[in-house]
T-cell receptor, first 115, second 114 residues
Framework: DAGVIQSPRHEVTEMGQEVTLRCKPI?????LFWYRQTMMRGLELLIY????????DSGMPEDRFSAKMPNASFSTLKIQPSEPRDSAVYFC?????????????FGDGTRLSIL | DQQVKQNSPSLSVQEGRISILNCDYTNSMFDYFLWYKKYPAEGPTFLIS?????DKNEDGRFTVFLNKSAKHLSLHIVPSQPGDSAVYFC?????????????FGKGTLLTVNP
């Protein structure tokens, strides 16, 4: 079975450019999560969706960040304009439902570098 | 304010011996805990979990112990194998909350030496 698929795997771009990260969750999973991993803050939740609806976006750092889930098989995380401090590894994860006993399955991440 | 803390950034053990990874939490509302394992250039993968109604959960070589009064949990790997070398993340959540959210520790790098 295909796991969570993220693209691109690596992105290097210049400050001020728009960045779009993509995620395809596991088929049949109803919950989708976006995380950011940095050395300073570790792995932190940015936003999560349940049945394509954003439930909690309190982790989104600022208005430059936005996330959408237009359908059950696709989500995007957009940064506009990007800044060097946005450099991190961004993970997408999905689970059957948003319940604690349903483990989250992670993609392999997008390593983002903003110059 | 770090609600889930893994105070050892790294741990090195010999193959065949026991690995003990520790995790402390401060939020008394947390009642469900998970361990994830992460290899370089891959996403974290779920390993084992425990509910606060238990104090131990075992799955093969992996056992998680929970001490609620101390707000402490640990992951035991016995026997340790070189393939267990990875970063281990502890995570916690409030299963009864209206908002499902995992809070992760910063991870412990385990190295198992042959």
């Amino acid at each position: 079975d295909a796991g969570v698929i993220q693209s691109p795997r690596h992105e290097v771009t210049e400050m001020g450019q728009e960045v779009t990260l993509r995620c395809k969750p596991i088929s049949g999973h109803n919950s989708l999560f976006w995380y950011r991993q940095t050395m300073m803050r570790g792995l932190e939740l940015l936003i999560y969706f349940n049945n394509n609806v954003p439930i909690d976006d309190s982790g989104m750092p600022e208005d430059r960040f936005s996330a959408k889930m237009p359908n059950a098989s696709f989500s995007t995380l957009k940064i506009q304009p990007s800044e060097p401090r946005d450099s991190a590894v961004y993970f997408c994860a999905s689970s059957l439902t948003a319940m604690s006993n349903q483990p989250q399955h992670f993609g392999d991440g997008t390593r983002l570098s903003i110059l | 304010d770090q609600q889930v803390k893994q105070n050892s950034p790294s741990l090195s053990v010999q193959e065949g011996r026991i690995s003990i990874l520790n995790c402390d939490y401060t939020n008394s509302m947390f009642d469900y805990f998970l361990w994830y394992k992460k290899y370089p250039a891959e996403g974290p993968t779920f390993l084992i979990s425990i509910s606060s109604i238990k104090d131990k959960n075992e799955d093969g070589r992996f056992t998680v112990f929970l001490n609620k009064s101390a707000k402490h949990l640990s992951l035991h790997i016995v026997p340790s194998q070189p393939g267990d070398s990875a970063v281990y993340f502890c995570a916690a959540t409030n299963s009864g909350g209206s908002n499902y959210k995992l809070t992760f520790g910063k991870g412990t790098l385990l190295t198992v030496n042959p």
